[in-house]
């Protein structure tokens, strides 16, 4: 099992920057991939980013240039910095490990959100 911890969520103007961490326990981290999802209201849950074991990263288009994913295997933690934030990113933010895939299917552990709000 792995446990999963998002924090950093918060209230922030259009344009502003955001950090959020996700704190892992359980089984051993590195041996998963890392993906950030969001889920905002009558939407459904889509893939943001995501990092493999070895640091290759990908990201959703919407997201590209602007979101930036990191992990540190040696404090269990995956970080999303978020810049140049648009009121269309508002959502709930999920940090989640299992295979690295766009797919939110192909993760086997999820936090329990954090809320991101951009006001205009």
């Known amino acids: 099992q792995v446990q999963l911890v998002e924090s950093g969520g918060g209230l922030v103007q259009a344009g502003g920057s955001l950090r959020l961490s996700c704190a892992a326990s359980?089984?051993?981290?590195?041996?998963?991939?890392l993906g950030w999802f969001r889920q905002a209201p009558g939407k459904e849950r889509e893939f943001v980013s995501a990092i493999s074991r070895s640091g290759t990263t990908t990201y959703a288009d919407s997201v590209q240039g602007r979101f930036t994913i990191s992990r540190d295997n040696a404090k269990n933690t995956v970080a999303l910095q978020m810049n140049k934030l648009k009121p269309e990113d508002t959502a709930v933010y999920y940090c989640?490990?299992?295979?690295?895939?766009?797919?939110?299917?192909?993760?086997?552990?999820w936090g329990q959100g954090t809320q991101v709000t951009v006001s205009s």
């Open positions: 359980g089984r051993t981290f590195i041996y998963y991939a």
């Open positions: 989640a490990a299992g295979r690295l895939s766009v797919r939110s299917n192909d993760y086997d552990y």
